[in-house]
């Protein structure tokens, strides 16, 4: 039985998306939080927001383990491999009671092998598995060792069907609470009515151009002082004030501003959004944003415990907008903290 003050854990992020510097942050606090020695591992500026957390090593990959090759898919895989190479060759693996991978890709970590308990985090990675029969079967040879992390209940239960009895374990995705400030952008007024839509790849372009481009909706949007803002890479045809793109690049703080003070947040994610989580909405509810959202299961999910509508077309968007008037219910914020969830899939895997 390990001591629990003594415990030393490898925290490696070989795949630094951008995107995830504030879930990096809020599963770091938390295991800092518990007590355990970390040494992190990612790319540099990957950890820059955890600096004042707590006291722990981090080491950096060399910056051109990142650089952009031809034949990119393939590119990306080498790179990867390399970065996980590089951990081997800089950092003494053997000296950690566990391992945590804060993402991963099962094409480039397959390859290797760790004596240490690993927990994987899985990210799309469960969407990857249900559609890729060769990820799949590599996913299912991973030795018994590998522990897979699942960020919602949806997640969890599908893992568990696919992997034939491999260790699955819940643990949320967590809230940013203690975010940074926020700038109002300078085409918006100190006043000014509007909900916003930070689309990103995953939304649902054919319902938000219906969105878009309905009378109803622009119809009801004027009648209320509301502008609907959304990305200028969005399509759609209607004349109506009330619908405006953002022609200018978002900072940290005037996207913030765009939550924070929004009517609603929209998020049109598509139907093929399974098994994964939003950090777009995470940032919502952290943040006590009202939240209208797609009908999907794992958006669904969270209907007790956010903030948020549902729609599936114009007219329950605009129901939507209704109902958003209505006094806001208190969020249980704690309901999404992922420490003690750690602790319990620390000992489910009998590393404490």
Not at 297 to 321: M, T, W
Request: glycine share 4%; proline share 3%.
């Amino acid at each position: 039985m390990i001591l629990f003050e003594n415990m030393q854990i490898l925290v490696i992020d070989y795949i630094s998306p951008e995107g995830h510097k504030n879930f990096d942050y809020v599963h770091v606090n938390a295991l800092s939080e518990l007590g355990y020695g970390l040494h992190l591992v990612g790319r540099r500026n990957q950890f820059a927001s955890i600096a004042n957390v707590g006291d722990f090593q981090v080491s950096s990959f060399p910056e051109w383990t990142f650089k952009t090759l031809p034949l990119k898919q393939l590119s990306v895989r080498v790179m990867e491999m390399v970065r996980l190479k590089w951990v081997f060759s800089h950092v003494d693996v053997n000296e950690y009671d566990a391992i945590i991978m804060l993402s991963y890709d099962v094409l480039s970590l397959f390859p290797f092998r760790f004596k240490k308990k690993v927990l994987l985090i899985n990210h799309n990675n469960v969407s990857q598995l249900a559609d890729n029969k060769i990820k799949l079967y590599l996913t299912r040879r991973l030795r018994n060792s590998f522990i897979h992390i699942a960020l919602n209940v949806l997640m969890e239960k599908k893992l568990g069907e696919l992997l034939h009895g491999k260790k699955v374990v819940y643990v949320p995705h967590g809230l940013v609470l203690n975010g940074s400030t926020i700038k109002r952008p300078s085409f918006l007024g100190d006043s000014d009515k509007f909900v916003f839509c930070p689309v990103n790849r995953n939304h649902d372009a054919v319902l938000l151009q219906r969105l878009l481009d309905s009378k109803g909706v622009t119809d009801y949007l004027e009648c209320q002082g509301i502008t609907f803002y959304v990305k200028k890479t969005v399509d759609y045809t209607t004349e109506s004030h009330s619908i405006r793109r953002i022609m200018s690049f978002l900072s940290t703080e005037e996207y913030y501003y765009m939550i924070e003070k929004s009517v609603a947040v929209i998020l049109p994610y598509g139907q093929t959004f399974k098994y994964r989580c939003s950090g777009i909405f995470f940032e919502c509810i952290a943040r006590d944003a009202n939240i209208i959202a797609t009908k999907i299961p794992d958006l669904e999910i969270y209907k007790e415990h956010a903030r948020v509508q549902y729609f599936g077309d114009e007219n329950s968007f605009i129901q939507c907008l209704k109902i958003i008037d209505k006094p806001n219910k208190a969020i249980d914020k704690g309901y999404f903290n992922p420490k003690k969830y750690w602790l319990e899939a620390f000992r489910q895997v009998k590393i404490l």
